[in-house]
T-cell receptor, first 115, second 114 residues
Framework: AQSVTQPDIHITVSEGASLELRCNYS??????LFWYVQSPGQGLQLLLK??????LVQGIKGFEAEFKRSQSSFNLRKPSVHWSDAAEYFC?????????????FGGGTRLMVKP | DSGVTQTPKHLITATGQRVTLRCSPR?????VYWYQQSLDQGLQFLIQ???????AKGNILERFSAQQFPDLHSELNLSSLELGDSALYFC?????????????FGPGTRLLVL
């Protein structure tokens, strides 16, 4: 069965600083990977996804993520954080389609942005 | 706005009661998913329907059931409620059931069991 680990529960960065959120996955075959963001009181919004091709994926709101098979990682990055990026971020993986295409989520990383 | 609607937004009820959560998927989406978000369990998949048929089951309790109707809206029924069922319940939808498809999430229903 697939699993996702987000090692950092909380991260605080200053506005304008760069950001990297870590995500490690466990899955036997080629994973389908997603990053979602959840703002307070809101549902989840897709930032980006990867399942093939270029291992550097561009998403919305200036985010990007890099798939590294050798490290089983799919870290999310942003070069300059804005105060509006404060939210909770979830990495997720979709497993074998024979068993449905449900998302398996990591525990989330809560991002706080200092002015 | 994802296009997925969920009602009600908030629900407060007592232990032992039964509630129904409703989800309307995005126009044209055939797959509906239910997820539970709680402090101790995080975000967990409950169940998926595709075009009216159950497609996959996750960590869904026997006290919980769901269905997808011919108009593609879905309902999640929670019965014999316990304090631990207090959580945020999300519905998501996708066009079909491909692994790479984006799942669009609704705003959720916050359930509080007292």
């Amino acid at each position: 069965a697939q699993s996702v680990t987000q090692p950092d529960i909380h991260i605080t960065v200053s506005e304008g600083a760069s950001l990297e959120l870590r995500c490690n996955y466990s899955y036997g075959a080629t994973p389908y990977l997603f990053w979602y963001v959840q703002s307070p009181g809101q549902g989840l919004q897709l930032l980006l996804k990867y399942f093939s091709g270029d291992t550097l994926v561009q998403g919305i709101k200036g985010f990007e993520a890099e798939f590294k098979r050798s490290q089983s990682s799919f870290n999310l990055r942003k070069p300059s954080v804005h105060w509006s990026d404060a939210a909770e971020y979830f990495c997720a993986v979709v497993g074998n389609n024979n068993a449905g295409n449900m998302l398996t989520f990591g525990g989330g990383t809560r991002l706080m942005v200092k002015p | 706005d994802s296009g997925v609607t969920q009602t009600p937004k908030h629900l407060i009820t007592a232990t032992g009661q039964r509630v129904t959560l409703r989800c309307s998927p995005r126009s044209g989406d055939l797959s509906v998913y239910w997820y539970q978000q709680s402090l101790d369990q995080g975000l967990q998949f409950l169940i998926q329907y595709y075009n009216g048929e159950e497609r996959a089951k996750g960590n869904i309790l026997e006290r919980f059931s769901a269905q997808q109707f011919p108009d593609l809206h879905s309902e999640l029924n929670l019965s014999s409620l316990e304090l631990g069922d207090s959580a945020l319940y999300f519905c998501a939808s996708s066009p079909r059931q491909g692994r790479g498809e984006t799942q669009y999430f609704g705003p959720g229903t916050r359930l509080l069991v007292l």
